[in-house]
T-cell receptor, first 110, second 115 residues
Framework: RKEVEQDPGPFNVPEGATVAFNCTYS??????FFWYRQDCRKEPKLLMS???SGNEDGRFTAQLNRASQYISLLIRDSKLSDSATYLC???????????FGTGTRLKVLA | DAGVIQSPRHEVTEMGQEVTLRCKPI?????LFWYRQTMMRGLELLIY????????DSGMPEDRFSAKMPNASFSTLKIQPSEPRDSAVYFC?????????????FGPGTRLLVL
């Protein structure tokens, strides 16, 4: 089983739609969780950290479920500019060793 | 701040040649990471440093790969000899290191093609 698993997609959604991605992780000792965004031929950039209580940043909401060992990302009112690959990132135990999922591709259609 | 700087941005070389990738982290960041990204395997951590000391190199594929950080503002990743399967995008990232919850900042990457 991979340490961090994501549905690769692609998710093709119309503008204005709501879309959700899930990511599962295998190490119950993981402490840090992130969503990164990667545009084509660019470096990954932090979208948001994921906190135990859940957190929201504008149209983006991230949730953490420790019991089931998954994190989620919800995007509301999708924009064309949201088209990208979304990477789930989890640290290994209490270390600085970060494990990246292979990413979920999102394409928002006009 | 200039962000993480990597050079070269593109490298094309022939099998068997030595390749050296360079990285300058963000000033004041204590952690430096080297990643490799391919279509097949995604983004993989190769090695990371804390205060110039290698902490975990378990992701380094084999002895052909080596990484150094002689000072806080410079790191190299060397492949010798290079092979076609080393073709990938290599990213360097740095982090302040005050907490594992700190984000990493990535450089633009080096696109390596080994013929």
């Amino acid at each position: 089983r991979k340490e961090v698993e994501q549905d690769p997609g692609p998710f093709n959604v119309p503008e204005g739609a709501t879309v959700a991605f899930n990511c599962t992780y295998s190490n119950s000792a993981s402490q840090s969780f992130f969503w990164y965004r990667q545009d084509c031929r660019k470096e990954p950039k932090l979208l948001m950290s994921v906190y135990s209580s859940g957190n929201e940043d504008g149209r983006f909401t991230a949730q953490l479920n420790r019991a089931s060992q998954y994190i989620s990302l919800l995007i509301r009112d999708s924009k064309l500019s949201d088209s990208a690959t979304y990477l789930c990132v989890v640290n290994k135990g209490g270390t600085y060793k970060y494990i990246f999922g292979t990413g979920t591709r999102l394409k928002v259609l006009a | 701040d200039a962000g993480v700087i990597q050079s070269p941005r593109h490298e094309v070389t022939e099998m068997g040649q030595e390749v050296t990738l360079r990285c300058k982290p963000i000033s004041g960041h204590d952690y430096l990471f080297w990643y490799r990204q391919t279509m097949m395997r995604g983004l993989e951590l190769l090695i990371y440093f804390n205060n110039n000391v290698p902490i975990d190199d378990s992701g380094m594929p084999e002895d052909r790969f080596s990484a150094k950080m002689p000072n806080a503002s410079f790191s190299t990743l060397k492949i010798q000899p290079s092979e076609p399967r080393d073709s990938a995008v290599y990213f360097c990232a740095s982090s302040p290191g005050t907490s594992v919850r700190e984000t990493q900042y990535f450089g633009p990457g080096t696109r390596l093609l080994v013929l």
